[in-house]
């Protein structure tokens, strides 16, 4: 069995970039930021910063394009991908990608806990069903907000 998964929460470090392929289909890139955080041995708190690269197709990079902003916290779930290209200076480069397959939305930065407006799950076929969620304010959107998060994880908030 084999298993290429992918589930990454973080911070936008720009606004997506969107573009359109010749053949018409719309692809956003996406550049984020996740953090690690832990003690060293002599109990000083350590940070380490990693920086991602997400690409967005169809109408799940139209709504990234449109809902996402920098400095907003996202949830991207999908698959890793590595591609090769000739940079402008002739040489031949490969970069490893995330192509996301679902994204959720979280609180725009400055908002804190507020959440951003929703969540989207690309739709496994019909061209029919590709349509943006219709929410309501009455619906409840489950977002992220890493502001809230703890430091460490205590076992008594493991629920098994």
Avoid: C
């Avoid at 084999?2 to 589930?7: D, W």
């Avoid at 996301?100 to 806990?113: I, P």
Wanted: charged fraction near 25%; glycine fraction near 10%; avoid cysteine.
């Amino acid at each position: 069995m084999n298993i290429n998964k992918v589930i990454l929460v973080g911070r936008l470090t720009r606004d997506p970039e969107v573009r359109t392929t010749t053949s018409g289909q719309t692809v956003t890139s996406i550049s984020i930021a996740t953090n690690r955080f832990w003690k060293d041995k002599n109990g000083q708190k350590q940070d380490q910063t990693e920086f991602h690269n997400v690409v967005l197709w169809g109408k799940l990079g139209e709504i990234a394009g449109q809902y996402l902003a920098k400095g907003q916290e996202a949830y991207f779930e999908g698959r890793l991908t590595t591609r090769k290209y000739t940079g402008k200076d002739g040489i031949e480069r490969r970069t490893t990608e995330i192509v996301a397959e679902n994204m959720q939305l979280g609180s725009r930065a400055g908002q804190g806990g507020s959440p951003a407006t929703g969540s989207y799950d690309k739709p496994a076929a019909a061209p029919a069903q590709n349509q943006a969620p219709q929410t309501s304010p009455a619906d409840e959107i489950p977002t992220i907000n890493l502001d809230e998060e703890e430091d460490e994880v205590r076992i008594e908030d493991v629920p098994f």
